[in-house]
């Protein structure tokens, strides 16, 4: 259509003008066609992954690492359900879960005042979300290695809460995925979230320097993962770091693509039920580096250096997603690390899927979110 408008027009002239209106028709009607096209694929019903920051959490963040340039900027000012409900606006993305920070107060010292911090952050995802009662539901969050644990999941579903985040990379939580003591504990938990009919947010991959891969992750689906039978478990990040407001940016590595095939075997042999199995794509995909500054940054280096020793990441990735099941995949933005919109857009575009496929992963929504 676009090359028969050309030839026509510039046939029936011999001036520059009418080349020149060739070009320009030919672009409005390439434009109408892409526009078109770029509309068959709807933006994200849900955002499976949003954290919040009371300002409680970025006091106490900042007392423990002052500022610095190495300091998150997302990690400045406290981030509310109004400022996550405008950019699900701009993205024009319905709902989302909201994952309390209250992780991040279990740290040695008084239990007591610990205990004290964590609640106040769980009341405090409880407050936001209830300004939005049809577009947030709120997760909450405990270290589940703490005696007190249990008893804040229980009452965390008292007060409203609609299921558990656990986070087993940061400094003060620590996990060992090869430790029989842990491991026992991590069971406690699950079993108690079962109890409490919460769904379970889990980030799997432990801090830097631990080992992590594929021994690591059977040790969770064989003794972990039973313990949660009647409730659904979304593995965060596709089962690795993703990016988060400590460590930065990660992305997709081979220890994580190891850790996310004995999911994908243990499904495969009927080990555990797709049914109630999910994983969130958060924090898997990096932007471009803006600039050489970017480039240098230290965590944008190690991202960048895990890529280089993983050519061909984004095909194991792909192929990952779909071993797994599309429709098991669930959209989530890591908000406020990325923003929704920003990161709909990096899955257009480094993602090779078919517009079927695209299409059924933004229009997933996990059943915690109907």
Not at 66 to 95: M, Y
Not at 190 to 216: C, D, E, K, M, W
Not at 273 to 279: A, E, P, S
Request: net charge neutral; charged share 20%; with cysteine.
């Amino acid at each position: 259509m676009t090359w028969h408008l050309i030839k026509v027009v510039t046939t029936s002239g011999t001036s520059w003008q009418w080349t020149a209106l060739a070009i320009v028709l030919a672009c409005v009607v390439s434009l109408r066609v892409w526009s078109q096209s770029a509309q068959v694929i709807p933006a994200p019903r849900a955002d499976h992954h949003a954290h919040l920051f009371s300002p409680a959490a970025i006091q106490f963040f900042a007392q423990r690492r002052p500022p610095s340039p190495e300091a998150p900027a997302l990690l400045s000012r406290p981030r509310t359900a109004t400022d996550l409900i405008a950019a699900l606006d701009e993205a024009h993305v319905q709902k989302a879960i909201v994952l309390s920070f209250a992780y991040i107060f279990a740290v040695p010292g008084k239990p007591e005042e610990e205990y004290s911090l964590v609640r106040g952050e769980n009341d405090w995802v409880v407050q936001q979300v209830a300004q939005y009662p049809g577009r947030l539901v709120g997760f909450c969050s405990v270290n589940p290695l703490r005696e007190y644990a249990v008893r804040e999941i229980q009452r965390c579903k008292q007060i409203g809460l609609r299921g558990l985040k656990l986070h087993f990379s940061n400094p003060n939580t620590d996990i060992d995925l090869k430790n029989d003591q842990q491991l026992a504990q991590l069971k406690v938990v699950f079993s108690a979230a079962n109890q409490a009919r919460l769904p379970i947010i889990v980030h799997l991959r432990p801090r830097p320097g631990r080992s992590y891969g594929a021994t690591q992750a059977r040790s969770f689906i064989e003794t972990v993962l039973p313990a949660a039978h009647d409730v659904p478990v979304q593995i965060a990040h596709m089962a690795g770091y993703g990016a988060n407001p400590m460590q930065g940016l990660i992305g997709y590595d081979r220890a994580t693509d190891e850790a996310l095939g004995a999911f994908v075997m243990a499904l495969r042999s009927g080990q555990i039920k797709r049914q109630n199995l999910y994983f969130d794509f958060s924090g898997v995909l990096l932007p471009e580096a803006p600039d050489e500054a970017s480039r240098r940054d230290p965590e944008r280096r190690l991202a960048d250096e895990q890529q280089r020793d993983f050519p061909d990441w984004i095909s194991h990735l792909e192929s990952r997603i779909r071993e797994i099941g599309i429709d098991h995949v669930l959209f989530g933005s890591s908000w406020p690390e990325s923003t929704p919109a920003t990161y709909q857009l990096l899955v257009r575009e480094q993602l090779k899927l078919s517009l079927n496929e695209a299409h059924r992963f933004f229009e997933n929504v996990a059943p915690y979110l109907k």
